[in-house]
Every structure is written in structure tokens, then in C-alpha cells.
């Protein structure tokens, strides 16, 4: 089953202004505010002041002309303005170090704010800093403090299809309408949009996105070369938002682009085609970010094909992008995808580590292997990918998904951030060691390739929402933020995104709504793994299009997502006793962890054991009584949802309140039938009464 359509968006409809309405300009916009240096973003960060004191009586000068309350300046744009209180720019940054490209630095003294920065794009990072703030930008003293993103690249990549697929569609895996970008086979056009949408981006900290789906069609193949104008404009759009576009690019495009008989990387014709149509792009775009590929995966060609490996393959792109400052993203999604679940030999969750560990130390600089954060398939739990600590010399982007495929599909309220902060805090050697976000961050790297990304697939289409689901909107913002800085604590994010999308200002009962989005949103990802999937095992999807169940839909298919339940038991052996020894991938202690039945979590258990029904879990459950409690709990949970965000009717936005309510109603009724089809098919199967004697169909 698919998840219900959203309604289209009519051409005339602005979309939701999402967490930056005008209202959430109020503080700054009251000011009067001095701006001091040149170029494209810092006119940005002017125009945003502008509109903001045009609405909320402040004013903004680009030379020193009477008192101030905010100074926004370049340093190295010759010496600061005299407004500038001397404390603000002589306190100790405590976090030592140069801003960079993209850091700014906040303080305030004699009653003046200054966001001091060495490049533009750090001062349009501290224009949102402040907005986020609010009043609080402008109240007592503050010494200097810097900030800076943790992670270089903060990026998006859209699933987009420029023609439509026959079976996915304008957008894969997309539940918000259709694409901001393409609309059967052109360029949509809406300039409007897609400033918003750079505006929206960028005050988050992404600065990176990818415009074509990673399935590269015929139509889309073109985007390199004859249509790279469609490129263009978009980049052009987006630029004075400091966010850099990529395109995904197929292996094969000598071939099917440039007539050449083959694709082979280790070909000399192909490595100039490759060069030259390189070249072609820097000409068009300066500042183009780079290519993203998916090769060898799901039906897309690859270096496999030649015989080559993927280092040989990611090289020959890297090479082409190298001279002018790009990267190629190479994704590491590539498994087998023609299965026979009667082998028990292969396993899906294997296959990224066997392909790829055996490259580190061989890609280049300017690759970024990127990982999806999870063995398997942007599951609602899994344990973290083990090519993450496998690599220490691969440069690594962890890929997310924001776009909610498993999760609900924009019909389900599911805020993610706790999930993503789990897996980014996650220390794949221990606790004593570093983070998932270490090993992305700059600094912390002990190997030649330090730094990475993080990448998510964007949830967002051409709906009045943005998101089809406004509260979906939440895990666009809380992943920017996140990969600004992995510390960040998903209640916090939450009560930044409430702040900013709800004004206090505009509301008669600000409490009541910050309460209810908590309580709606907070625990939302465990109440959705609640009611679906049990412990880890993952799928159990309607194999059609991902949502609502279907516990035996992928059981005897080729894609290699298999629980394996019968009458005793239910789980996927991985262990390295008796299993797929997928466990041994890991490095200690979680290699021993999760080998353990005794110390296997139990929210991971069925990802890496079999074990019989009447297993007990650390919280005391047996495993079948687990799957009949959560199953009921995850739906009262929902109506739980439902009934308080129906105390919101009339205190917010109508339109976002009809549109969640509508939603909440799908998700009961989604939920409900997980709940009954995952009970009865365990109930069936183990013949183990609920030892509760509730309703089991
Ligand atoms: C873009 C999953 C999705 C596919 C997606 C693939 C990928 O398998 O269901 O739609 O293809 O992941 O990440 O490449």
C-alpha cells in the first residue's frame, strides 16, 4: 500500500512561511543596525535586515551614521566602525582558533550586539543565530563567543526525477507533491520557491544540496550536459543563500551521453570525457559542488561492469572534479539486490563493509564515501553502519533520511532528531572513544582524510507545508541544526523550531502550544517503532510503496530483508557462532556486544539474534509479550496525540491545524492496523495468548 496522496498545490498558493515568518524577525527588526563589508551573501544579510526593520520599525545603515544596537561586520573589511565597543572585539574568544569560512562571533557590551565574521557567508550564519535568539540577542552582557559548524558540508540530496517515473514518480520516495525543481520533464520555474527554499536552508546551516534523484533516468543523464542551464538557474537561486548544488551523474554517462563504447574508469578516453565535460560544467558554475553517485546499486551501472573496483570508479570522477575544487559523494548503498532468500549465506546488512572496507586508504582526497546510517535501509532502528569505523583513512559523509520512507511518510508524526542524535552520538569503539560526529567533525580525525559530512535525503516538495505533514517541517530544521552541531539536544532543537514557527507574539496560550508540540512530537520516533517492526528487525512494509504493514512482504522476495519468524522464534541470526557473523564487523566491544544474546540491546536483539518467543528481555518481557505491549501501548500513544492536539483547535493557524488533524487521523487508523496484522501474524504464528487477554484478531 501507498501512503495517501497529498493534495496538489494550487500555482498560486505561497507556500507556509515554515519557521521563518515575519514575525520571528520582531527582535532584529526593531533595531537599528550598522553593516560593514561587501559581496553578494553580506547584500543577502542586508536585505533580510531591511525587510525585517521595514516591518518592525528598525532601520539598517551600511556606514556608521549615529548610535547602533547591532553591528554586523566583516573583519577584513578594512578597519571595524567606531560604534563597535572595544569589549566586543577584545574579549577573548574561548574557543581559540580562526572563524573560518563560515563561523561568526557573537558578543555584546555597552549595549551593542556585534556579529563579527572573516567570510560573508559566517555573517549570514549569525544574521539566523540572532533571529533564533530573539530578545535575547539584545539583553545584558555577552562575552565573545565563536561559533562554527562542526561539520564542513551540511547537505541535502533530493530524490527529484526531472520526468516522471512511472513508478516512483516526480519525486522518489517523496510525500509532499510534487518537486520544487522539475514538473514533467522541465524545469518547474518557481523562482520564488526556491529562493524561499535557500532562505529556509540556509538558516538552518545546510549549505549543500543535490537537485536529481540518485536514479539517473535518460532525462535526468542530460543535466550534465545539454540541460546543464536547468543546473544553472538553480544555482544561481540558491548562491545568494550560501547553498552549493551537486548532481547526481550515472557511471554510464560516456556512454550514454557521450557515445563512447564504454565507461571502463581505467579507460583514457574516458577519463577526458569525464575531464572535459567537467571542465564544461566549472564554466557554466563556478562554485558547483560536485557529482553524487549511486553505482552498482539497484539496477544503476557501475565499475563492476568493467570489472573495476569502487575506488577505481569514485578516482576517475574525483580526478575530473579535482581541479576545480569539487567532490564526488560515492555512495556505499551497494548490495545485491536479486537475492534468494532461500541462501542464507548472503546478508544484505553484510554487504556495504565487504564491499568497502577493503578500499580504505585508496580513494581520493576529494571522494566522500557516503554511508547510509545503518546497515540496511534507513530503518526506524538499526544498529549504526560498521563502515563507519572501518575507514579511517576514506573521507565519510553519514547519510540520513529526512524524507520519512519507513517512518510514516509524512502522514505520521515522527520527529527524528532523537534517532539521528542517537546514531551521531553512538562511539563505534567504545565509550571511552569517539563519536559517530567525531569522525565526521574536523578537528578530531587522527587519519590523513579528517572531516566528513552529513547528508540527508530532503523531505520536501512542492505542498503548501513544504513537508505535506507542517509538523514534519520539525526534522527539516532539527538535521540543518544538527549537522551544524551534532551536540545539540533534540528537545532544545524543538523548542528553537517552536519558537520560530509559532511567535509567542501571535499566540493567546504560547504554554499550552509549546506543551502540546512537545507531547505530541517528543517520543513520536518510539512511539512509530512501537507499532511497527519489533526490536530491530526492520521491514515487515508493505512492499508497494513502504507504508503500512506487510510482515511477510519482503519474507521470501530478492531483496534481502528477512525476519524469518516461524512457530518458535523470529529474528535474523548475525552472529558469528551460528550466523551470518555480520557481528564481526564491528570492532570490540561491540563486536562482543552484540554476539551476546546476554548483552545485546534489547531494542537491537532481533537484528542480531533468532531466539524463541518465550525469550526474556533485560526489561523483563518475554519477546512475544514485548511485541503484544508495545503494539497496543504505540497506538494508545497515538490517540494520546490526537487528543491533545485537538486542544490546539482555534489557538493556531487553521490551516496547520486541519492539516495535522487530518493527519493524526491516517495515523491512527495506519497505526491500528500495524498493531492488528504484527499481532495476529505473531500471535498465529507462536500460538502464545496475550498474557494480558486483550483483543488479538
Ligand atoms: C533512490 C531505498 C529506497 C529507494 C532508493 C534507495 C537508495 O532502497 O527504497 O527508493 O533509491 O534506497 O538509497 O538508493
Redesign the pocket.
Known sequence: MTSPATAPATATEAPHPAWLPPEAFQALGARRVLLHGDGPLVDTVHDEVARACARHGGRVERTAAGAVDLVLALRDSGPLPEVVPAGATTAPDPDGGPLGDEGFLLARSDGVTVVLADAPAGLLYGLFHLVRLGEAAFTGEQPARAHRPALRRRMLDH?DNVAVHPV?GQV??GYAGGSIFWRDGRPRGDRDRLRAYGRLLASTGVNAISVN???VGPTEALLLTERLDDVAEIADLLRPYGVRVHLSVTFAAPVVLGGLSTADPLDDGVRDWWQSTTRRVYARIPDFGGYVV?AD??G?PGPFSYGRDHADGANLLAGALAPHGGVVHW?A?VYNHRQDWRDRTTDRARAAYDHFAPLDGRFADNVVLQV?FGPV??QPREPVSPVIAAMPATRLAV?LQVTQ?YTGQQWHACYLAPWWHEVLAFRPWGPAERSVADVLADASGPGPRRGGDLVA?ANVGDDPFWCGHPLAQANLYAFGRLAWDPRLDPAALLDEWIDLTFPAATLDDPALVRETLHAVLDDSWRTYERYTAPLGVGFMVNPAG?YGPGVDGYEYSR?GTYHFADRDGVGVDRTRATGTGMTGQYPPPWSQVYESLEQCPDELLLFFHHVPYSHVLHSGSTVIQHIYDTHFAGVAEVVAMRDRWARLAGMIDPAVHDRVTERLAEQLRCATEWRDQVNTYFFRKSGVPDARGRRIH
Open positions: 530524490w516512483m522518489e520516495r534523484n540518485v536514479n549511486k546499486s539497484e544503476q555512495r548503498f547510509k535501509d534507513f547519510e520512507e535525503v513502504h531483496w
